[in-house]
């Protein structure tokens, strides 16, 4: 198996442009989350999906930040406008249960807004 | 929310040596999970320990968990210059509930 896919890789995008996070999970695990990693902040759950169906996103910090879902194997995360407290690495992690257990991370996409 | 405090926040030893990381926690757990996260890259999956357990081990590591004192121990024993990584603890407090990590101690082993 691949493991979780993330792309980009890196993305470098300037204030206000709209920025857009794809995940790929592993095949076979219907839940899947959305972190934010900075230095001051640590690791932060965004949203998570149990079945493509969202259903916690109380760490969504702003509605400029969007996540969804279309089928078990991509998930997207949208920031519009981005802004530059936004820079962060954004990782993907999917797992078989609901949000317990074992968590697989993809690579994470590295966000620098300018 | 912030579940799991690691301590120290960083910690240097020497190769060969042990190295014992803390977290600390809130509220009460099904389990507990250990992660390690090498520069640029995601986190990795090391131990689970569940809340009836008391101690594991995997290898070169060892987890503690004392429910009592909502606090759990990793000990990496005769570390080596790969171990060099952050260290992440992580817990399930109950049903389908997702994981809480905390911010993480910062492990170099110097050869």
């Known amino acids: 198996d691949a493991g979780v896919i993330q792309s980009p890789r890196h993305e470098v995008t300037e204030m206000g442009q709209e920025v857009t996070l794809r995940c790929k999970p592993i095949?076979?695990?219907?839940?899947l989350f959305w972190y934010r990693q900075t230095m001051m902040r640590g690791l932060e759950l965004l949203i998570y999906?149990?079945?493509?169906?969202?259903?916690?996103d109380s760490g969504m910090p702003e509605d400029r930040f969007s996540a969804k879902m279309p089928n078990a194997s991509f998930s997207t995360l949208k920031i519009q406008p981005s802004e530059p407290r936004d820079s962060a690495v954004y990782f993907c992690?999917?797992?078989?249960?609901?949000?317990?257990?074992?968590?697989?991370f993809g690579p994470g996409t590295r966000l620098t807004v300018l | 929310s912030q579940q799991g405090e690691e301590d120290p926040q960083a910690l240097s030893i020497q190769e060969g040596e042990n190295a014992t990381m803390n977290c600390s926690y809130k509220?009460?757990?099904?389990?507990l999970q250990w992660y390690r996260q090498n520069s640029g890259r995601g986190l990795v999956h090391l131990i689970l320990?569940?809340?009836?357990?008391r101690e594991k081990h995997s290898g070169r590591l060892r987890v503690t968990l004392d429910t009592s004192k909502k606090s759990s121990s990793l000990l990496i024993t005769a570390s080596r210059a790969a171990d060099t990584a952050s260290y992440f603890c992580?817990?399930?407090?109950?049903?389908?509930?997702?994981?809480?990590f905390g911010k993480g101690t910062r492990l170099s082993v110097i050869a």
């Open positions: 999906f149990n079945n493509n169906v969202p259903i916690d």
């Open positions: 095949s076979g695990h219907n839940s």
């Open positions: 509220t009460s757990i099904n389990n």
């Open positions: 992690a999917s797992n078989i249960p609901g949000g317990t257990d074992t968590q697989y």
């Open positions: 320990i569940r809340s009836n357990e």
């Open positions: 992580a817990t399930d407090s109950s049903g389908n509930t997702p994981l809480v």
